[in-house]
């Protein structure tokens, strides 16, 4: 059974640095790339970018671009997100998900999702 | 970017009705060489991550109730619950995977009547 694990909720401050997780399960981790999607309070999904975990190539959003930083680890079949200087607008849910096997980019399955709140 | 604009934002359907969104894209999301359209929908309920509902606009993604069905092309799309029950109560998008960046609709909730 395919499964995306995320880490849990997070609260920073403006300022501090972070590193959220999304371990998969139950297929070959590098067989499909990682997306990383934001849905920021009462708003819709956003496409952040993506990464390869085969050899950890990323594509960012023009939009997150130089704002995070994707990586992956192969030996745990992890991703991560990371932020250098969280900002109060970074508060939102995060999701990773993974290129469907063959949908084209379509994801076909989905972490819980986890809550990042920055606040002072 | 390709805009992707649903309608209606929300809507209120009895049980068993029909229920149906309209998602419209800004440029073509349809491959002439492979006669694909990119185009994905989700469903989101409360508290749950989202879930993959319908790709290549119109093929039922696995485990997916056949209530749920997919149609269009170009740049019109239509996701439709033939039958609405309780638990298709969520915010339903649609994604184009066309061209960088991907992006979503602005999502339409559904509710019962």
């Known amino acids: 059974e395919v499964r995306l694990v995320q880490s849990g909720l997070e609260v920073k401050k403006p300022g501090e640095s972070l590193k959220i997780s999304c371990q998969a399960s139950?297929?070959?981790?590098?067989?499909?790339?990682i997306a990383w999607v934001r849905q920021m309070p009462g708003e819709g999904l956003e496409w952040m970018g993506i990464?390869?975990?085969?050899?950890?190539?990323?594509s960012y959003s023009r939009y997150f671009q130089g704002q995070v930083t994707f990586s992956a680890d192969e030996s745990i079949n992890t991703a991560y997100l990371q932020w250098s200087s969280l900002k109060p607008s970074d508060t939102a849910m995060y999701y990773c998900?993974?290129?469907?096997?063959?949908?084209?980019?379509?994801?076909?399955?989905w972490g819980q999702g986890t809550m990042v709140v920055v606040s002072s | 970017d390709i805009v992707m604009t649903q309608s209606p934002d929300s809507l209120a359907v009895s049980l068993g009705e029909r229920a149906t969104i309209n998602c419209k894209s800004g440029h073509s999301v349809s491959y002439n060489s492979n006669n694909k359209n990119y185009l994905a929908w989700y469903q989101l309920k409360a508290g749950h991550p989202p879930k993959l509902l319908i790709y290549w606009a119109s093929t039922r993604a696995f485990g997916v109730p056949d209530r749920f069905s997919g149609s269009g092309s170009g740049t019109d799309f239509t996701l439709t619950i033939s039958s609405l029950q309780a638990e298709d109560v969520a915010v339903y998008y649609c994604q184009q995977h066309f061209s960088t960046p991907w992006t979503f609709g602005q999502g339409t909730k559904v509710e019962i009547k």
């Open positions: 139950g297929y070959k981790f590098v067989s499909n790339y």
């Open positions: 990464i390869y975990p085969s050899d950890s190539s990323s």
């Open positions: 998900a993974r290129q469907h096997d063959s949908g084209g980019d379509s994801f076909d399955f």
